[in-house]
């Protein structure tokens, strides 16, 4: 779950009445009036009685005017919305709606909260929420939505139309609890990412065990002088102390820079539907579907690497980038880094242009020349020739011990993977296996470089990238 400290603050106003016209009558006293003609029945035979509906009608309408000026103004009443947790992918956030009634009788509210496509389901129509506010006692109720998109979104106004228990009239006011609410990237669930934290425990306490003095520059412990030690390794203080001359002696850095590159490139804009299973933090009903970009799924990656990096002692970086560089964060530890790495995500968005490779490789190059881990998310594009972002691949591997994941189509694959019927089918069957093949030979020659590769559905690249991470602080590849 994303930290109290990322959630919408809540708002407050005053209700406003809508239109000039905030007066309405209700169903129940438009159906009282329609009745009214019964009394043409007898009028048949005596029309005097025809008169008996006007009389009707009128002590209808009198008594829906009489019934609307019993209510209170629409500024007697307060509306509040709050957030119970930080709007993101892939789990359902609580909405709390509360009004304030400083009348003096008790009104029966529908609400209709503005909420913009991002927070709902844009196909949709809202529904209104029902509510009873009795006098001077706050009145809540709250619902729940599924956000579709990360970024900002604004939400609107509430709209509210009030009644008396009566029920012949009713007025109509608004709230403007116009915010800026962001929603983040999904979060895996709490169990989950403790399986990963504790095999991180456990790497590491093994790397302690078996530490290994070399060439590194973090300090181990001291030793007396021994021929063909460096001079710029004596510890002249220790060696003052002593008499004779003290070496410090060093271990391999435990503590490495990782750092997460995103293409944010046209490939990235194509959506994939998926079934949400059990690790939403409020699952939606069995059978629903999700549909997320690949970036969305880069994103989720991103968030959960970067905690379990903190977590194992490692600085983290960021790199987005699209035609130009989109976001940059320098490697940093601690809560506040993470923070503002989920903030920085959370602000991407996939463009409709070819991502610019070679200059984000060029970037990374200047901010990072020591050896690091670099995730790079991104996809391949269907070419005649080699795609860009594998000569920028190759250019990180001098240096950098480089895992490059690409997200795969899960509807070509599934046409590769079918059996033609006719002959369109066959065309396409052999198109997709021909770009299957394609993609697994560029794979295979940047694997042959030292790269750590993966081919993988959007949905299972989270896991499947905090495994290889595991892999690679158990291995001290870095």
Same mark, same amino acid.
């Given at each position: 779950?994303?930290?109290?400290?990322?959630?919408?603050?809540?708002?407050?106003?005053?209700?406003?009445?809508?239109?000039?016209?905030?007066?309405?009558?209700?169903?129940?006293?438009?159906?009282?009036?329609?009745?009214?003609?019964?009394?043409?029945?007898?009028?048949?035979?005596?029309?005097?009685?025809?008169?008996?509906?006007?009389?009707?009608?009128?002590?209808?309408?009198?008594?829906?005017?009489?019934?609307?000026?019993?209510?209170?103004?629409?500024?007697?009443?307060?509306?509040?919305?709050?957030?119970?947790?930080?709007?993101?992918?892939?789990?359902?956030?609580?909405?709390?709606?509360?009004?304030?009634?400083?009348?003096?009788?008790?009104?029966?509210?529908?609400?209709?909260?503005?909420?913009?496509?991002?927070?709902?389901?844009?196909?949709?129509?809202?529904?209104?929420?029902?509510?009873?506010?009795?006098?001077?006692?706050?009145?809540?109720?709250?619902?729940?939505?599924?956000?579709?998109?990360?970024?900002?979104?604004?939400?609107?106004?509430?709209?509210?139309?009030?009644?008396?228990?009566?029920?012949?009239?009713?007025?109509?006011?608004?709230?403007?609890?116009?915010?800026?609410?962001?929603?983040?990237?999904?979060?895996?669930?709490?169990?989950?990412?403790?399986?990963?934290?504790?095999?991180?425990?456990?790497?590491?306490?093994?790397?302690?065990?078996?530490?290994?003095?070399?060439?590194?520059?973090?300090?181990?412990?001291?030793?007396?002088?021994?021929?063909?030690?460096?001079?710029?390794?004596?510890?002249?203080?220790?060696?003052?102390?002593?008499?004779?001359?003290?070496?410090?002696?060093?271990?391999?850095?435990?503590?490495?820079?990782?750092?997460?590159?995103?293409?944010?490139?046209?490939?990235?804009?194509?959506?994939?539907?998926?079934?949400?299973?059990?690790?939403?933090?409020?699952?939606?009903?069995?059978?629903?579907?999700?549909?997320?970009?690949?970036?969305?799924?880069?994103?989720?990656?991103?968030?959960?690497?970067?905690?379990?990096?903190?977590?194992? $002692?490692? !600085?983290?970086? %960021? *790199? #987005?980038?699209?035609?130009?560089?989109?976001?940059?964060? =320098?490697?940093?530890?601690?809560? &506040?880094?993470?923070?503002?790495?989920?903030?920085?995500?959370?602000?991407?968005?996939?463009?409709?242009?070819?991502?610019?490779?070679?200059?984000?490789?060029?970037?990374?190059?200047?901010?990072?020349?020591?050896?690091?881990?670099?995730?790079?998310?991104?996809?391949?594009?269907?070419?005649?020739?080699?795609?860009?972002?594998?000569?920028?691949?190759?250019?990180?591997?001098?240096?950098?011990?480089?895992?490059?994941?690409?997200?795969?189509?899960?509807?070509?694959?599934?046409?590769?993977?079918?059996?033609?019927?006719?002959?369109?089918?066959?065309?396409?069957?052999?198109?997709?296996?021909?770009?299957? $093949?394609? !993609?697994?030979? %560029? *794979? #295979?020659?940047?694997?042959?470089?030292?790269?750590?590769? =993966?081919?993988?559905?959007?949905? &299972?690249?989270?896991?499947?990238?905090?495994?290889?991470?595991?892999?690679?602080?158990?291995?001290?590849?870095?």
């Amino acid at each position: 779950m994303i930290a109290p400290s990322f959630h919408p603050g809540p708002v407050r106003a005053t209700c406003e009445p809508r239109g000039h016209w905030s007066f309405g009558l209700t169903p129940r006293s438009i159906a009282l009036l329609i009745a009214g003609f019964a009394f043409l029945i007898p009028g048949f035979w005596e029309p005097r009685l025809s008169y008996a509906m006007l009389a009707w009608d009128g002590l209808v309408l009198l008594a829906a005017l009489l019934d609307g000026m019993r209510l209170p103004r629409a500024g007697k009443l307060t509306a509040a919305r709050s957030w119970s947790n930080a709007p993101s992918l892939d789990s359902q956030t609580e909405i709390e709606l509360t009004i304030e009634n400083n009348g003096s009788v008790i009104i029966e509210c529908r609400l209709i909260d503005d909420l913009p496509p991002a927070l709902r389901d844009a196909s949709a129509q809202p529904e209104p929420i029902q509510v009873i506010a009795f006098p001077r006692v706050p009145a809540n109720v709250r619902y729940r939505v599924e956000p579709q998109e990360r970024g900002d979104c604004t939400a609107g106004h509430l709209y509210i139309r009030y009644r008396s228990p009566l029920g012949l009239a009713e007025r109509w006011a608004m709230a403007p609890l116009v915010q800026t609410v962001r929603v983040y990237p999904a979060l895996r669930t709490g169990e989950e990412q403790q399986i990963f934290l504790a095999r991180s425990r456990q790497i590491d306490l093994q790397l302690r065990q078996t530490r290994q003095r070399g060439l590194g520059r973090d300090f181990e412990s001291l030793r007396d002088y021994r021929e063909g030690d460096d001079m710029r390794d004596i510890c002249w203080t220790a060696s003052a102390r002593r008499g004779n001359l003290i070496t410090r002696q060093y271990q391999t850095e435990r503590s490495q820079p990782v750092w997460i590159v995103l293409d944010c490139g046209r490939l990235m804009r194509s959506r994939v539907v998926t079934t949400p299973g059990t690790n939403a933090a409020m699952p939606l009903p069995k059978g629903s579907l999700r549909e997320h970009s690949k970036l969305d799924h880069a994103c989720t990656a991103a968030v959960a690497l970067a905690q379990l990096a903190l977590f194992s $002692g490692d !600085r983290v970086g %960021l *790199l #987005a980038y699209g035609q130009t560089i989109q976001q940059r964060l =320098l490697p940093g530890r601690g809560a &506040a880094h993470l923070r503002q790495m989920i903030e920085l995500l959370a602000q991407l968005r996939a463009e409709s242009s070819e991502a610019d490779h070679l200059r984000a490789t060029t970037l990374l190059g200047r901010l990072q020349p020591r050896r690091s881990l670099i995730l790079w998310v991104t996809d391949l594009a269907e070419t005649a020739m080699r795609p860009e972002v594998i000569d920028g691949a190759m250019h990180l591997l001098r240096r950098h011990v480089l895992l490059f994941v690409a997200m795969a189509q899960p509807e070509v694959d599934a046409i590769a993977q079918e059996r033609p019927k006719n002959i369109d089918e066959m065309f396409r069957a052999a198109a997709a296996q021909e770009m299957a $093949g394609r !993609r697994e030979l %560029l *794979l #295979a020659r940047l694997h042959e470089q030292g790269a750590l590769t =993966l081919d993988l559905n959007p949905e &299972a690249v989270t896991s499947s990238v905090l495994n290889q991470y595991l892999k690679v602080k158990e291995r001290a590849m870095v």
